[in-house]
């Protein structure tokens, strides 16, 4: 088992549309992420759950619902996407420290990516 | 605006040679850098970091060298390897803020030739 697996892989929708990203991290962490990365532009931070509370939320578009049921499973759960929204979605997870720096590095899932017709 | 900055999106150098990545940031406020190593189809992979309180780290081929007064830093891997070609980023974070907000740079696509 990877360490932070992600599904699907590759996943097309329409404008209309409801579907789910999952993400499952199996390395004991206490913090996952939701990124996004379009293309030609910088990974963006999309949401943060720390201790499976959402503690960090970029204004993102309310179309994209974020759900931690445990601290080893995220989703992000989609509808009415536009076609703007197409990018590869990725996962990760680290564990908070309570010693600088305070955070381990970043893991990351291979991402989904999404296309939105 | 923004703030961390890989200004070459791709670089070549021959197998055996120094590669050189480069990233510039723009907010005094950031305290810890990382790079990250992505191939096609994966995620990004964590590198080599480096604290504030430092100016250099060094791990195996790869060092990491920060310049607080000209916010810069830098990527060296020598010897360079086929194997690392991919893409690399940059990021930096703030002092202690929840949820380990990181700022990423564009990417610098690096290509090692045999």
């Known amino acids: 088992e990877t360490g932070v697996t992600q599904t699907p892989r590759h996943l097309v929708m329409g404008m209309t549309n409801k579907k789910s990203l999952k993400c499952e991290q199996h390395?004991?962490?206490?913090?996952m992420y939701w990124y996004k990365q379009s293309a030609k532009k910088p990974l963006e931070l999309m949401f943060v759950?720390?201790?499976?509370?959402?503690?960090e939320n970029n204004s993102v578009p309310s179309r994209f619902s974020p759900e931690c049921p445990n601290s080893s499973h995220l989703f992000l759960h989609l509808h009415t996407l536009q076609p703007e929204d197409s990018a590869l979605y990725l996962c990760?997870?680290?564990?908070?420290?309570?010693?600088?720096?305070?955070?381990?590095?970043?893991?990351f899932g291979n991402g989904t990516r999404l296309t939105v017709t | 605006d923004q703030q961390v900055k890989q200004n070459s999106p791709s670089l070549s150098v021959q197998e055996g040679r120094i590669s050189i990545l480069n990233c510039d940031y723009t907010?005094?406020?950031?305290?810890?850098f990382l790079w990250y190593k992505k191939y096609p189809a994966e995620g990004p992979t964590f590198l080599i970091s480096?604290?504030?309180?430092?100016d250099k780290n060094e791990d195996g081929r790869f060092t990491v060298f920060l310049n607080k007064s000209a916010k810069h830093l830098s990527l060296h891997i020598v010897p360079s390897q086929p194997g690392d070609s991919a893409v690399y980023f940059c990021?930096?974070?703030?002092?202690?803020?929840?949820?380990?907000?990181?700022?990423f740079g564009g990417g610098t696509r690096v290509l090692v030739k045999p």
């Open positions: 390395l004991g962490h206490n913090a």
């Open positions: 990760a997870s680290s564990q908070e420290l309570a010693v600088e720096p305070y955070n381990s590095p970043l893991h």
């Open positions: 480096i604290s504030s309180i430092k």
């Open positions: 759950y720390s201790l499976e509370e959402r503690v």
């Open positions: 907010n005094s406020m950031f305290d810890y």
């Open positions: 990021a930096a974070s703030k002092p202690r803020a929840a949820g380990n907000k990181l700022t």
